[in-house]
């Protein structure tokens, strides 16, 4: 589920680097639309952990995870709400949009941020919990759970890094044409 | 000592973009010490840790703070070597240093992440053994830890985002000047 929120977060992050020759109003679409799947993804994930916290009697809202969980998934749908009424319906004046355009990639690259040190956290916390319990910290689940959750932060890492690096906007393809003659 | 880290590490990616009016010779002498600060702050706190889990019988290297810190703070010195070669002394030829550049920044933000990320897994991780071990989930203490990880995680997304927006060069000071008339 979570994987999930921040896969496809990711790529609606990058959809107007990776597709640059793709027409701009489908990459808004697309990017449109899988942050709402994402955020739909974390919603019911912070759901299923309210669920089974009350189920099974584990106190709420106590850990760092779950008060950056609950500030990130807040911040995210605001900015969702922000970005489906200034840029897509019923849109804004095009002053008020190139003016809030910056300010809405950098407050993305905030959040997602943000989204990433939580996943990282939530890793570590239901491990820990493991491990008190019994499971051996050098055995193969730890080390699954730690090999995972490295991939997804320098996976995220990455995306940032490819979000803020300059476009190749003479090769929008990533490589350059093959010469003529 | 890691906060130290943080901040230290903070400032220096941040000199760049906070004293843009001052000689460029002066503010890499500081990126560059601040950086060296860093590292050795950085350096003494994992030493401190591994003195206190061996005096105290605690396992090494199972967790996934500990296998994010080891990463992060040789990607750092590995990073810190390469800027000291090739941008202070000997210096490279100026046609490498400019194609490198904007590798070591994008990298300086990719292991940034990575530190930010190493802290807040530190103060989870370190918080839920107190917690297991008697103290208040909702007590004195535990708030402060956890606020104490909201304010260094919003300081540091802050960070990313003050340095990858884009420059005010014609208001260098941040402020436009007054009118004259």
Redesign the interface.
């Known amino acids: 589920m979570l994987i999930g929120f921040i896969i496809l977060g990711s790529e609606a992050i990058m959809v107007y680097k990776v597709l640059p020759t793709v027409n701009h109003d489908t990459t808004k679409l697309i990017h449109l639309i899988l942050h709402a799947i994402a955020l739909v993804l974390g919603a019911v994930g912070i759901y299923c952990a309210f669920k089974n916290h009350n189920e099974t009697g584990i106190?709420n809202l106590?850990?760092?995870?779950s008060?950056?969980g609950i500030?990130t998934i807040s911040l995210y749908g605001i900015q969702w709400i922000f970005g489906f009424l200034a840029f897509f319906f019923p849109k804004a004046a095009p002053n008020v949009r190139k003016s809030a355009l910056?300010w809405h990639a950098?407050?993305g690259?905030?959040v997602y941020?943000?989204a990433?040190?939580t996943a990282?956290?939530g890793?570590?916390?239901k491990?820990?919990?493991l491990?008190?319990s019994g499971i051996d910290?050098?055995g193969p689940e730890?080390f699954l759970?730690?090999f995972t959750?490295?991939v997804v932060?320098?996976f995220?890492?990455?995306v940032?890094?490819a979000v803020?690096?300059?476009a190749r906007l003479e090769e929008p393809q990533g490589y350059a044409p093959i010469p003529e003659n």
């Open positions: 106190a106590y850990s760092l995870h008060w950056l500030g910056p950098l407050l690259i905030f941020i943000l990433l040190a990282e956290l890793f570590l916390e491990l820990t919990f491990q008190s910290k050098y730890s759970v730690n959750a490295l932060v320098l995220g890492a990455s940032v890094v803020v690096a300059p």
